[in-house]
């Protein structure tokens, strides 16, 4: 990746000595710290975790035994668990000074705006949290999370440009991050993943920024724990991108880890569920497990923008295509209107919509 570099103003951004060895400030969603089973790998955590709290660049980690690779590592960690903290992408650079018998090493956070950005950054994203917080006053735990959902599909549009170009991230952090999708209102999935997490992690949900691969592409997503257990949300490959359709079909929320993993890789996270109870489909009654109850499950969603019928085997996928496409018994269930659908094999899911 392409490096830039940064001039170092009086007034903007500052250094300090921190060493080894401090608590953290204050106490935030710390998935990474906690898989640590190092005492060293948690305090340079913290090291990082309150230089980047006072926005603060220089850190004198002191003597420590770790690589400048688990050291970058650690950084990328620190950014993943703190969306709050959008002016910083993992990016940091390593020195170190031999003595006789010991290495003091210094780490260099690099931020991808200045203070007075980030500052006025800052208010915009209070003002926007507070509306946000208006919106979720009265929601129960699933309602919170599928408002904030719909809010970055209805809010936000996928950003083409970056995808194409594929800036350096200190270069254009925009499209990257969280000023993109909130701010700006345009992002890759990196931006879409980091407002999921940051807005609900706002109101005490612990959600999760997810690395991996989606049909074999780099990708970002989200998992959140729900009930003790970790379910993934994939906001950006549930938004309609080109806007030619008003609604999401919710394919990619709350999935359990065999049904994330049949298109996705995941890099950063391992820890595995395989309940299905918080699978949009699922949780709003739209499973179908006997061919029996297609009539009721179809005439309880007449009206919906979308109808969807999330079918229990692939067997029972097979037959419901067969009834309802094949057969043109979908026409039964609309009084006008030119009717399409969609499959989505992963989940043995048929939806049906009107435009």
């Known amino acids: 990746m392409k490096k830039i570099l940064l001039i170092l103003l009086a007034l903007s951004l500052t250094a300090c000595d921190i060493q080894v060895g401090v608590e953290k400030e204050t106490d935030q969603n710390d ?10 790998k948690q ?3 913290n090291a990082i975790y309150n230089a980047l709290l006072n926005k603060q660049m220089e850190i004198e980690l002191g003597s420590v035994s770790l690589s400048s690779d688990e050291i970058f590592s650690i950084a990328t960690q620190v950014s993943d668990d703190h969306p709050e903290f959008f002016y910083f992408f993992g990016d940091c650079s390593y020195s170190s000074k031999d003595y006789v018998v010991y290495k003091k090493v210094y780490l260099t956070l690099k931020y991808a705006y ?9 208010t915009q994203l209070a003002a926007i949290t507070e509306t946000y917080l208006e919106g979720i006053s009265n929601l129960d735990e699933m309602g919170v999370i599928k408002y904030t959902y719909d809010y970055l599909i209805q809010n936000v549009s996928y950003d083409y440009t ?3 170009n594929l800036p350096a991230v200190l270069d254009e952090p925009d499209g ?9 209102h345009t992002c890759v999935c990196a931006g879409y993943a980091k407002a999921f997490q940051y807005l609900l992690n706002t109101v005490g949900y612990d959600c999760l920024y997810i690395r991996g691969y989606l049909n074999g592409e780099s990708h ?4 959140v724990n729900i009930g003790g257990s970790y379910y993934h949300f994939d906001v950006t490959s549930d938004d309609n991108n080109d806007g030619s359709m008003p609604f999401s079909f919710y394919h990619y929320f709350g999935l359990n880890t065999t049904q994330i993993l049949q298109n996705h890789i995941i890099d950063n996270f391992v820890s595995e569920t395989t309940d299905t109870s918080y699978n949009y489909h699922i949780y709003y009654g739209h499973y179908l497990t006997s061919i029996d109850q297609l009539d009721t499950l179809m005439n309880n969603q007449k009206g919906n923008s979308v109808i969807s019928i999330q079918c229990s085997s692939y067997e029972l996928y097979q037959e419901v295509i067969e009834k309802l496409i094949n057969n043109k018994n979908i026409s039964s269930y609309y009084s006008a209107g030119t009717i399409s ?6 989940l043995y899911l ?3 919509y009107t435009m």
Not at 176 to 184: F, R
Not at 341 to 346: Q, R
Request: charge should be negative; glycine fraction near 4%.
């Open 31 to 40: 998935f990474f710290y906690e898989q640590y089973d190092q005492d060293e």
């Open 43 to 45: 305090e340079v955590y």
């Open 114 to 122: 200045t203070i007075e950005q980030i500052q006025a950054y800052e």
């Open 162 to 164: 970056t995808l194409e």
């Open 176 to 184: 990257y991050g969280l000023i993109g999708a909130l701010i700006n």
């Open 220 to 223: 970002a997503w989200n998992a």
């Open 341 to 346: 659908y969609i499959l989505f094999d992963p």
């Open 350 to 352: 048929v939806q049906f």
